[in-house]
């Protein structure tokens, strides 16, 4: 079994083109903010023509999924997918 990792960068690519796709607006429109935090886990927050909006794991595990399909022709599942924090967020898809 291969395992392929996202970097916080390829995270942030991940939200910002399923975001703009679901709102109907530009790549460039979308901003995002990862963190973690010992009480809510991992969050993103999303900006979105002065809006902001906080993404849970799952949804941020939704995106990824969308994103490592697209860009990398990978089909995985959300079990397959384990959010990781050392230096900075990544994300190890196992496939």
Do not use: F, P
């Not at 392929?4 to 790549?27: G, P």
């Not at 973690?36 to 002065?50: K, L, P, S």
């Amino acid at each position: 079994m291969g395992v392929t990792v996202l970097s916080m960068d390829e995270i942030i690519n991940a939200i910002c083109l399923h975001m703009a796709e679901r709102k109907a607006v530009r790549v460039e429109e979308v901003q995002v903010e990862l963190s973690w935090d010992e009480d809510t886990g991992y969050t993103a927050e999303v900006w979105i023509q002065g809006r902001s909006q906080y993404l849970v794991e799952s949804n941020m595990i939704e995106s990824i999924l969308r994103y490592v399909h697209s860009e990398y022709g990978i089909r995985a599942y959300r079990e397959d997918v384990q959010l990781e924090l050392d230096e900075e967020i990544t994300a190890v898809v196992n496939t």
